[in-house]
């Protein structure tokens, strides 16, 4: 193969991480036994300016176990169109939580604080609002990134209107790169924050929630009940303890190929909107887009069909210059 461009997940742990796996201190983290876990927890809480945080098997864990401390039932959501915790965690809003989703638009994945606060339900009507929550960098959108003056937009039409604040923060190192801050400039506009490890950091498994000492504590149990107790995690922890030391410092070189990528499909006569490549994510459209996909495949190069005349590509660290190179050939042939 040459090149697996259909996702920033597909990275394998590399021979450091491996090395750190096998020889990692571990202990019941079901417990908070878990030395490992433990050192993962405090530096990503500390990176992103909280006080504690907690490890679980996947982002759409660490997102829902957040709608459940954040909600009640029968409550609203309140999320930028294109959401993943909707789009991409099938239903679990409802069938854990018992909420829905209110959109509100989101051009560039970037919903407007006004928008946001016409979407506030309180009528004895209606069904109320629980939670507001943001996805940055956005993915459907493209890989988005939300400024950081609407960042601040938001957070004050949450704090005026008393409702919690989440980020789906799956790739928030991408959109802390993309602005050239530390990641902690976009957290702390947030009341818990959801971290993926294994996207463009490049660890093989793993997302970290973050949020208060009390908050935490309460997640503990709905990661318990949703089956994300994991035990000796420590073998995990130790490889994305090195993603979090060495995945930020990759990312822009992630960010400059993507629009590499961009410009080569552009030139070839792909329709890319070139405003949305923004961090590591490229969106083409062209029609016949599984069977072009397929063709690829056959040659060494892997991408994502979305519907039918939509095809997603994601740049992470194991596609350097060449790699790259060598996939464009293939794409543009
Ligand atoms: C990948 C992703 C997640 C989490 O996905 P898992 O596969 O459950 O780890 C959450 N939000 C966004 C925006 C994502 O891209």
Known sequence: MLADLRSDTVTTPTPEMRDAMAG??????????????????????????????????????????AIALHTRRGEEVICAEGSHIYEWELGMMATFSGVVPRFVPAPLGVPAPEDVRLAIRRSVHQSPSGMISLENTHNKAGGTVIPLDVLAGIREVATQEGLPLH???????????????????????????????SKGLGAPVGSVLVGSQAAMARAHRYRKMMGGGMRQAGVLAAAALIALRDGPAQLAADHRRARVLAG????????????????????????????????WAERGVLANALGHDSVRFVLHHQIGDEALDRAIAVLTA
Do not use: K
Request: aromatic share 6%; charged share 15%; with cysteine.
């Open 167 to 197: 980020l789906d923060g799956a790739r928030v190192y991408n959109a802390a790169a993309a602005l050239g801050v530390p990641v902690a400039e976009i957290t702390r506009h947030f009341d818990t924050v959801s971290v993926c490890l």
């Open 264 to 295: 080569a499909l552009v030139d070839a006569g792909f329709a890319v909107n070139l405003e949305a490549v923004q961090t590591n994510i490229v969106y083409a459209t062209l029609p016949g887009a599984a069977e072009r996909v397929a063709g």
């Open 24 to 65: 990692a201190a571990v202990g019941d983290d079901v417990y908070g036994e878990d030395p490992t876990v433990n050192a993962l927890q405090a530096e990503v809480a500390r990176q992103t300016g909280f006080e504690a945080g907690l490890f679980m098997p996947s982002g759409t864990m660490t997102n829902q176990v």
